[in-house]
């Protein structure tokens, strides 16, 4: 199954979000690294899953990547639950922060994972119609 995704993660992406297939994973996550620390994570929506009555998608999928750390994170939402990644237990010491165009959204200490943990995770969404990847550990952030 060769699912398509909206793609938020860039400002020209503003107006009209971008089309992925999972053929895109390793571009997006590679442009996500070599972009600048305000552009370090991308939002994506299947678009194989309903809309909301609103017209909103029924769910949100956050993919965010830390260059330096060779690390990311990983946020899934829908009517389940509110859900991150869950890493090593030592983490940083302290929230860690990514950025969707310069809009941070607060991770908990502890929540990032591998790059390639991060890229299976992300080719798993695109490949199960939308669905949580199970080939990470999840946690419900304490907020």
């Avoid at 909206?6 to 895109?24: G, I, M, N, P, S």
Wanted: net charge negative; with cysteine; proline share 5%.
């Amino acid at each position: 199954m060769h699912e398509q995704v909206e793609a938020y993660y860039r400002q020209e992406h503003a107006a009209e979000r971008v089309k992925l297939t999972v053929d895109d994973v390793d571009s997006l996550i590679d442009t996500l690294l070599s972009g600048s620390d305000a552009e370090n994570m991308a939002e994506l929506h299947s678009l194989g899953r309903p809309l909301l009555a609103s017209g909103f998608p029924d769910h949100e999928f956050l993919v965010g990547v830390d260059k330096k750390r060779s690390a990311g994170v990983l946020s899934f939402m829908d009517e389940g639950g509110n859900f991150v990644s869950r890493g090593r237990p030592e983490g940083r010491g302290d929230v860690v922060f990514y950025f969707v165009v310069d809009n941070g959204t607060e991770f908990p200490d502890g929540s990032e994972i591998p790059i390639g943990l991060v890229r299976q995770a992300t080719k798993e969404f695109f490949t199960s119609g939308g669905l949580r990847p199970k080939c990470v550990e999840w946690q419900e952030p304490d907020r």
